[in-house]
């Protein structure tokens, strides 16, 4: 009996669409990024999935806001996985 879908290589497209723990290698899908402030360039190492605002430590300005799921970036800042 032969199986029409190959179990040890799957698609790479397909093993995206999976959920994270029923993939072939399981691992998480958040990340810590750096975030730079536009107003005054001072990187902030943030969580992606982060629960709780994150005020830049130079000039207060609000970096993400949270949702439920992973943090918005605020208009004008950039970021960096890290």
Known sequence: ???AVDLLNPAPQA?????????LVPGP???FMDVKCPG????????SHA????ICAGCST???Q???GKARLTEGCSFRRK
């Not at 005054?40 to 969580?47: E, R, W």
């Open 29 to 31: 899908r958040s990340f």
């Open 15 to 23: 093993e995206a669409r999976k959920h994270k723990l029923k993939t």
């Open 62 to 64: 609000v970096l993400c």
């Open 40 to 47: 005054c360039f001072t990187i902030t190492t943030v969580f």
């Open 51 to 54: 629960q709780t605002v994150v």
């Open 1 to 3: 009996m032969v199986l």
């Open 66 to 68: 949270p949702t439920g």
